[in-house]
């Protein structure tokens, strides 16, 4: 009835009043606090400006633990009816907000070791799979299901549905692998990273809001529970990294952003919907496969070069004497050349000259130079027609594949 529908969400005002808190909260703290991390030797240098001065680095950590603490305080919200009124407390739905509390907690903390202590790219696959193994553990006791339902033009092999068993479990682990690091290697300039992350909680948020009219109402209210302080946290620190940047952001960041989507996808069960909002990171992950699993060289840093006289960002490039390629690698960049996808300079002896394989990179090759902010802003862009694309596929396309 309307009296429920309205009580059910007060919940929900009261996080967006904490979010509205969070926010302030956040932009009062940054600029008091970023000297305390260059002081801790937490800093990087803008590889993209004139002036090489000591910019903080892992301000992730700040606004990811303002996020918590609103989390933390907001928790006995939605549950105060059954509190006060002793009825029969739903021990499940509080189990689920605490271990998504734990994952994104746990990958906060192993993020900012990753900052700290500059891990190798191994670890950067193992943490964020520790990190969901709480939520997993939950999601096994309170739902269990592994079963999908197949998409229509596959039934005809594999029937209606399918029991995913313990696959369902791998799915899930490397979702949180992909989204922690997708978004951290489509980096390294002034406010991308939490430019992306915003776009995507938007999306998040904006189908949530949809689906607050469905019949899985709970879990989208639940996701806007977390979605709220995310985007306000991480607007007070776009403010902050946007060109030119006063912070970076850091691994920590990238970790907590694409744990909590991961998180609200998993126990929302709307993980599929979430993976179509990383549109551009997915294509900038295949773009970069062969650097990734080195098939081809990749240095440290894959960020645009910038060119101090005209002020503007050209491609980085890596090099390698074609002979050392393995099948493999030959046979990648073969493919790329051939769909014109990068720029290839060889001289006589076979020594190649390569763009760096990003997403950045690929843009530059394509526009010319291009000034820092006009570059985020286009990436930007991409990432929101990528989520139009994604509402298109996810509601008109759907019944395609589902009956919806
Ligand atoms: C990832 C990328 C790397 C990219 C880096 C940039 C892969 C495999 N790794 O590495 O290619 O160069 O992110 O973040 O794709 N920085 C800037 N301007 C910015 C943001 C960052 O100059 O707007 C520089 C700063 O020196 C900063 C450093 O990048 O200290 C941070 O790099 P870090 O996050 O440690 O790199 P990775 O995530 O390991
Ligand atoms: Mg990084």
Redesign the pocket.
């Known amino acids: 009835t309307q009296d429920e529908m309205l009580k059910s969400s007060i919940p929900m005002y009261v996080n967006a009043v904490m979010s509205v808190c969070a926010f302030g909260l956040t932009v009062h703290l940054i600029p008091r606090i970023k000297s305390m991390f260059v002081q801790a030797n937490l800093y990087?240098?803008?590889?993209?400006k004139r002036c090489s001065e000591k910019i903080p680095?892992a301000i992730g950590v700040v606004t990811g633990c303002v996020f918590l603490i609103t989390m933390f305080l907001f928790i006995p919200i939605p549950f105060t009816d059954c509190l006060f009124r002793n009825i029969n407390f739903p021990h499940n739905e509080f189990v689920d907000f605490l271990a998504a509390l734990l994952s994104i907690c746990c990958m906060l903390l192993l993020g900012f070791a990753d900052d700290v202590l500059?891990l190798r790219w191994r670890h950067k696959l193992l943490l964020p799979t520790i990190a969901s193994l709480p939520l997993l553990m939950v999601y096994y006791v309170n739902f269990n299901s592994t079963i999908i339902i197949v998409p229509k033009p596959l039934r005809s092999w594999f029937g209606f549905s399918l029991d995913l068993w313990i696959f369902y479990y791998v799915y899930m682990g490397m979702l949180a692998v992909f989204c922690t690091n997708a978004i951290?290697?489509l980096?390294?300039?002034?406010g991308l990273e939490v430019g992306q992350s915003l776009i995507i909680a938007t999306s998040i948020l904006i189908f949530n809001i949809i689906e607050l009219f469905g019949s899985q109402w709970k879990a989208h209210q639940f996701s806007i529970y977390f979605i709220l302080p995310y985007i306000a946290t991480s607007l007070a620190l776009f403010k902050f990294n946007w060109y030119p940047?006063q912070v970076?952001v850091?691994?920590t960041f990238c970790y907590l952003s694409g744990m909590t989507f991961a998180v609200v996808g998993i126990i929302g069960r709307f993980s599929k919907t979430t993976l179509l909002f990383f549109i551009p990171q997915i294509i900038n992950f295949l773009y970069?496969i062969p650097q990734?699993f080195h098939l081809v060289s990749?240095p440290r840093?894959?960020?645009p070069k910038y060119n101090e006289k005209i002020d503007k960002l050209e491609p980085s490039r890596t090099v390698f004497y074609k002979s050392d390629l393995g099948t493999l690698g030959k046979l990648s960049m073969w493919i790329f050349r051939k769909c014109k996808l990068i720029k290839w300079e060889e001289d006589s002896e076979g020594f190649v000259t390569c763009n760096n394989l990003?997403l950045i990179n690929f843009i530059l090759i394509k526009t010319g130079p291009l000034r820092e902010p006009k570059l985020t802003s286009i990436l930007l862009i991409i990432q929101i027609i990528s989520s139009i694309l994604a509402f298109v596929i996810r509601y008109p396309l759907a019944s395609i594949f589902y009956d919806v």
């Open positions: 990087g240098v803008d590889m993209s680095e500059d951290n290697i980096a390294g300039i002034n940047s970076f850091g691994d970069s990734l990749c840093h894959r960020l990003t």
